[in-house]
T-cell receptor, first 115, second 118 residues
Framework: GAGVSQSPRYKVAKRGQDVALRCDPI?????LFWYQQALGQGPEFLTY????????KSGLPSDRFFAERPEGSVSTLKIQRTQQEDSAVYLC?????????????FGDGTRLSIL | AQKVTQAQTEISVVEKEDVTLDCVYE???????LFWYKQPPSGELVFLIR??????QNEISGRYSWNFQKSTSSFNFTITASQVVDSAVYFC???????????????FGRGTQLTVWP
């Protein structure tokens, strides 16, 4: 499809396991964002890429969270040694150009549950 | 401090009623952008509208209209003659554009759950 694609759609992991969440942005989109959405809350910013460069990772909650976009297209968000508070929906968004005016196009998200 | 406040957690209306969703924002930037997104039960955030801080002209798109008032730091969203398909969570968001801001980073409110009953 032409939209932002995220996989898996659902992920269940035991506390302490590592997980990897994938995002396929819209082809040609320069900017890519990751957000975390807790139940009943608005999305919270995690990190931002412009092409392959990670320009802002100030929203990552701890050093257990790591994101990459090595070729400036697909991005992976990795969470090491997961904890129960990591349970949330992880949203990926992309926009055509850099800049604050660009509407972001969101994927359906990955719902992560940590047991 | 919350940059975007949506005080209404839940709103219920009956079909064909008009409904207004409130949004109040806070920023020190002189240039910024405001957005509304719709999140249906499927989970995907759908972009509805963008306004920049220099354009206070209200906008109408079909049954949707937006009222931007810098004096009160508000960007309210009205749905006229609501329909069942309008049921969703609606988010207001802010993007700051002055030097030093992460361009494009969105600050979201907590969202308003709108339920339209037939």
């Amino acid at each position: 499809g032409a939209g932002v694609s995220q996989s898996p759609r659902y992920k269940v992991a035991k506390r302490g396991q590592d997980v990897a969440l994938r995002c396929d942005p819209i082809s040609g989109h320069v900017s890519l964002f990751w957000y975390q959405q807790a139940l009943g809350q608005g999305p919270e910013f995690l990190t931002y890429f412009q092409n392959e460069a990670q320009l802002d990772k100030s929203g990552l909650p701890s050093d257990r969270f790591f994101a990459e976009r090595p070729e400036g297209s697909v991005s992976t968000l990795k969470i090491q040694r997961t904890q129960q508070e990591d349970s949330a929906v992880y949203l990926c968004a992309s926009s055509l150009n850099r800049g604050p005016s660009q509407p972001q196009h969101f994927g359906d998200g990955t719902r992560l549950s940590i047991l | 401090a919350q940059k975007v406040t949506q005080a209404q957690t839940e709103i219920s209306v009956v079909e064909k009623e008009d409904v207004t969703l409130d949004c109040v924002y806070e920023t020190r930037d002189t240039t910024y952008y405001l957005f509304w997104y719709k999140q249906p039960p499927s989970g995907e955030l759908v972009f509805l509208i963008r306004r920049n801080s220099f354009d206070e002209q209200n906008e109408i798109s079909g049954r949707y209209s937006w009222n931007f008032q810098k004096s009160t730091s508000s960007f309210n969203f009205t749905i006229t003659a609501s329909q069942v398909v309008d049921s969703a969570v609606y988010f207001c968001a802010l993007s700051e554009a002055d030097r030093g801001s992460t361009l494009g980073r969105l600050y979201f409110g907590r969202g308003t759950q709108l339920t339209v009953w037939p």
